[in-house]
């Protein structure tokens, strides 16, 4: 059993960055894939990126490619979401999720999820 906890979202404007961390607790954190996912208003949750148990691999999508980058910290079980050039379409909750399958981007792959993070990016 893991637990998530994220935090760092906040307001910011346009073109600023965030950091957003997700803390872990278990001592299993390091055997997991771990992702990052959104969900806008309105909007279904979408995948933004995810990292290898190792931290070895990352994968992020198209939207995020360039702006976001994932990271982890295995003997600090926290994994990390830098954002940077941020847009007002970022504005999202932001969920980190972990999944037992090595480099998921589904949301029904990933088997523990945090109660997310509001990020909002004023114009």
């Known amino acids: 059993q893991v637990q998530l906890v994220e935090s760092g979202g906040g307001l910011v404007q346009a073109g600023g960055s965030l950091r957003l961390s997700c803390a872990a607790s278990?001592?299993?954190?390091?055997?997991?894939?771990m992702g990052w996912f959104r969900q806008a208003p309105g909007k279904a949750r979408e995948f933004i990126a995810s990292?290898?148990?190792?931290?070895?691999?990352?994968y992020t999508a198209d939207s995020a490619k360039g702006r976001f980058t994932i990271s982890r910290d295995n003997a600090k079980n926290t994994m990390y979401l830098q954002m940077n050039r941020l847009k007002p379409e970022d504005t999202a909750v932001y969920y980190c999720?972990?999944?037992?399958?090595?480099?998921?981007?589904?949301?029904?792959?990933?088997?523990?999820w945090g109660q997310g993070t509001q990020v909002t990016v004023s114009s």
């Open positions: 999720a972990g999944s037992r399958y090595y480099m998921r981007t589904r949301i029904d792959e990933y088997d523990y």
């Open positions: 990292i290898s148990s190792s931290g070895g691999r990352t």
């Open positions: 278990g001592r299993t954190f390091s055997s997991y894939t």
